[in-house]
């Protein structure tokens, strides 16, 4: 079946513009995150949605950045008024959820490039 | 603080050579481990986990992984490598202080097979 996809694949945007970040995870999914991953790195958690609820925002850098997924499916990941140093991998990821119990998998999508100039 | 390390940036082996790459874990109680693959612009690939049972896990593409408790290893491998192998590997655990709810990731290691 169809994976989780995320778009754009890749966004380049001048620092002081604000972003939109799209996922679509698996169908069924009920758990959703979204994880950055720096050049050299491994991705690094962000935020959590258990259906439309965010359970876990701990990993949001400040507040310019935010994230909604109100019908507990597609999520946005929103950067506002962006900086050089936010460019990065976007990474999106969906499992089972509660279902899955401790041996819920996390799936992930191709991420989304961006690129603040 | 859950975390795991991977203490090589790159291992380089042969095509047809056992490979093995390496990841320790630092958890308080049961670890919940797992092995994700990245190709060159594609996503992270699951390719195995260790919840409990068995020390030797079977993943995907011919990989397992053998959980050892007393050196606080998982560590990677596969008996006989592709050239098709090459690619970048993560070493992650559950974070069990939020509910197991995220993955903490090691940095990686850049596997090479040379034809």
């Known amino acids: 079946g169809a994976g989780v996809s995320q778009s754009p694949r890749y966004k380049v945007t001048k620092r002081g513009q604000d972003v939109a970040l799209r996922c679509d995870p698996i169908?069924?999914?009920?758990?959703l995150y979204w994880y950055r991953q720096a050049l050299g790195q491994g991705p690094e958690f962000l935020t959590y949605f258990n259906y439309e609820a965010q359970q876990d925002k701990s990993g949001l850098p400040n507040d310019r950045f935010s994230a909604e997924r109100p019908e507990g499916s597609i999520s946005t990941l929103t950067i506002q008024r962006t900086e050089q140093r936010d460019s990065a991998m976007y990474r999106c990821a969906s499992s089972l959820g509660v279902a899955g119990g401790v041996t819920d998998t996390q799936y992930f999508g191709p991420g989304t490039r961006l690129t603040v100039l | 603080a859950q975390s795991v390390a991977q203490p090589e940036d790159q291992v380089n082996v042969a095509e047809g050579n056992p490979l093995t790459v390496k990841c320790t874990y630092s958890?308080?109680?049961?670890?919940?481990l797992f092995w994700y693959v990245q190709y060159p612009n594609r996503g992270l690939q699951f390719l195995l986990k260790?919840?409990?049972?068995?020390?030797l896990v079977k993943g995907s593409y011919g990989f397992e992984a053998e959980f050892n408790k007393s050196q606080t290893s998982f560590h990677l491998k596969k008996p006989s490598a592709l050239v098709s192998d090459s690619a970048l590997y993560f070493c992650?655990?559950?974070?069990?202080?939020?509910?197991?709810?995220?993955?903490?990731f090691g940095t990686g290691t850049r596997l090479l097979v040379s034809p």
């Open positions: 169908s069924g999914h009920v758990s």
């Open positions: 992650a655990v559950r974070d069990k202080n939020t509910g197991f709810q995220k993955l903490v």
């Open positions: 260790y919840i409990t049972g068995d020390n």
């Open positions: 958890v308080s109680g049961n670890p919940y």
